[in-house]
Structures are given as C-alpha cells and as structure tokens.
C-alpha cells in the first residue's frame, strides 16, 4: 500500500521554526517529485514548496521564500520541510504529495500530485 506520512507540526510562537517530515512506505521516492502544500480554514489550498525527484530543483511560494526550504533524503525515503521565522499567518494544515516525475522540475499546483499525506497540523500563537 503507498503512503506518505507527515509528522513534525504542532505549536510554535511567532518567529519559532519547525521540521516537517513526509516518509514515503510502499514505494520508494527516488523519481517522484514532491509537493509541501497548506490549508487554512476557509482558504483554497497552497502549493508552498516542491522539490524535483532528484533534489535539484525546488520552487516557493512568494509566501514562504526565505523562510521555509524544502529537502530530501531518498535513502531514507523521506523529504523535510524546514519552517523558519514562523509567522500566525503560517498556520494550516500541511500535507506532502507525490507525483511520478523522474527528471528534473517540480511544481506546485495539486492536480498534478497522485499521493497525498493525511495532513500535520501547524499552529503559530503566542
């Protein structure tokens, strides 16, 4: 059974960080490109950042540049989503996805991921 699996969120105050994992199982991630994407309540979802299968290429959102980066780890099957400088407008749920791309590029719309996360939660509050 494929699944992707985040972890990481929680509580953070304004200006903290946090490290989110996606662990892949039943399949392995070396040509799937991967997405970070955000939901708040009562907004669309956001393609925050991605990262080509290879690692080579990513793309951000204006909203996170400089902010989040995005990495992986094929040999552990796993890509990481570094929140740094929080602010309470981060606040959502985060989900990865994975898209069969070997190659380079990646992209950030939803329709184009085959496998989705179950989500973190992430809430920035003091």
């Known amino acids: 059974q494929l699944q992707l699996v985040e972890s990481g969120g929680g509580l953070v105050q304004p200006g903290g960080s946090l490290r989110l994992s996606c662990a892949a199982s039943g399949f392995t991630l070396d040509y799937y490109a991967i997405g970070w994407f955000r939901q708040a309540p009562g907004k669309e979802r956001e393609g925050v950042l991605c990262i080509s299968s290879g690692g080579a290429i990513t793309n951000a959102a204006d909203s996170v540049k400089g902010r989040f980066t995005i990495s992986r780890d094929n040999a552990k099957n796993v890509v990481y989503l570094q929140a740094n400088s929080l602010k309470s407008e981060d606040t959502a749920v985060y989900y990865c996805?994975?898209?069969?791309?070997?190659?380079?590029?990646?992209?950030?719309?939803?329709?184009?991921?085959?496998?989705w996360g179950q989500g973190t939660q992430v809430t920035v509050s003091s």
């Open positions: 996805a994975a898209h069969r791309q070997p190659g380079i590029g990646c992209g950030r719309a939803s329709y184009v991921y085959e496998y």
